[in-house]
């Protein structure tokens, strides 16, 4: 595992802020009616502006700049041409390099009007990722991390953990060790130590755990077709509390502005 110093750190966080502003925009005016390749662009176009890299590009092939992940897709769904409706989730994740360091976030905006028990997957999917964090301190586990998540959304709610993707270190390369699954057992795993940086994924189905991967090799969907939520933070291991390097706090004001997204869970 690669532990980083506190200049490079500061650079990681420029990285996440960068994926967190470019989410922000997003936000600003993601609307039904909108297609995911426009995102696409958005996000793009953002970063290069900022003298950053999109990191997903090419990355083992894949075709586009971010993920657009509808519905019952969990991951790396491909932007398209369809417009977004009334009653979608929408996972936006956006990977770049800045200065050599990567930035790997992701965020689950909802469109509208949704059933209550969607409204409540995508709360308490965020919540996961926060009871994770807070188990990313020196000297504890990473499956301290996954069984924070595993408990809160899979024991609490009865949702299906993914269990095929999972969370991982971040740094000069897109995916560092350690892994970082969603499900574990606590006290298992790798000890963390100060100023490793780690990207924590939960992402949780509305119902059964099952996934499969369509015919274009990467778009990751639920077996039983119900929605599932992805919520990305990157964090570093510190001693008392984890520094979270990216950044919800302008995602979720410009969601909150948003007359289009639904922030009712807040
Ligand atoms: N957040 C995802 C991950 O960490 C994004 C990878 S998409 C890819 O694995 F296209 F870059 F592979
Ligand atoms: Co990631």
Known sequence: MIHKTEAEIAMMKEAACLVSKSLTEVAKVLKPGMTTLQIDKICADFVKDHKAIPSFYNYRGYPHNVCASVND????????????????IVSI????????????????????EVSEEVVQLVKVTKESLYKGIEKATINNRVGDISYAIQAHTEGKYGYGVVRELVGHGLGKSLHEDPQVPNYGKRGSGPKMKEN??????????????EVYTDDDGWTVRTRDGKPSVHFEH??????????????YSIIEAAEKANSNLNSSYY
């Open 73 to 88: 897709v969990v991951v790396h769904g491909f932007p398209n041409n369809l417009p977004l409706k009334e009653g979608d």
């Open 93 to 112: 994740d956006m990977g770049v390099i800045l200065n050599g360091w990567h930035g790997d976030h992701a965020y689950t905006f909802i469109l509208g």
């Open 196 to 209: 490793l940086v780690l990207a924590i994924e939960p992402m949780i189905n509305l119902g059964s755990r």
């Open 234 to 247: 990157d964090v570093c291991i510190k001693r008392n509390e984890a520094l979270i390097l990216s950044d």
